[in-house]
């Protein structure tokens, strides 16, 4: 267990450090190739809704990310709030004016908020992460967050991860609470992945 501890430690340390190398007009143009390849996902045509995430910092997605999946239709769209013991409750996105800042550089929904089981409602999850394997691994920060929301989904609700090209990689290590997704979106293709 030691081990693979150090070895996620290890990873998303050269992770992070590479996105803190990407240029922001590599990333601008990155984020309107994930915006498009996201919106045309079938799974996303066919969701009522959708919990997402605000991007923080060099990850991936346009911090405009949830007034693109809300596209004016509606589609309802729940946004994380981070609790104190790092889980995630959740919230309706009801439009820019809605988010405020919160801790960590996050931006969270405010008004009414839906528990953590709140993310059931969803048919579709949009997560953030730092790489994910062949086999729908995700490596995330290592709070366990979207570990928590992932595990909470009901099986018939889509998982996608939000990344750059290359964090998909050959392999992630994994500890048995780790949940794969079904989808990485990067700015030149969609890996689906079978559960």
Known sequence: MKDILNDKATLRS?????????ALDRRVAANHALRDALLALPEMAAAGTV???VPVGSEPGSRELAEELAGGSARRVLLPVLLADNDLDWALYQGPASLVPAG?????????RLGPEGVREADVLVVPGLAVDRRGMRLGRGGGSYDRALARVPAAAVTVVLLYDDEVVERVPAEPHDVPVDIAVTPAAVYRFTR
């Open 14 to 22: 050269q992770l992070m450090h590479s996105r803190s190398l990407r």
């Open 51 to 53: 919990a997402a995430y």
């Open 104 to 112: 960590r550089g996050l931006r969270e929904p405010v008004g009414p």
